[in-house]
């Protein structure tokens, strides 16, 4: 079985990786965040670094609604 060429490579990496993209911009904006922080969810390691600070980080959009987190 031969390996995949890059062009194969990059297909399959945007395949898996756009769909999820409205969703993400759905939680950024939620949470009062700007749409800049998708680029960070594309990037491979950044996105683990960017999904810490974001689920350590404060929300306004919650906080501003009294609930306690």
Not at 26 to 35: A, D, E, K
Not at 39 to 54: C, D, G, K, R
């Amino acid at each position: 079985m031969d390996s995949l060429s890059p062009i194969h490579w990059l297909v399959l990496l945007l395949g898996l990786a756009v769909p999820p993209l409205p969703a993400v911009l759905r939680i950024l904006s939620r949470t009062g965040l700007p749409g800049w922080w998708t680029v960070l969810y594309l990037t491979p390691v950044i996105s683990w670094i960017a999904l810490w600070v974001f689920a350590y980080a404060r929300w306004p959009r919650v906080e501003g609604e009294g609930s306690a987190a």
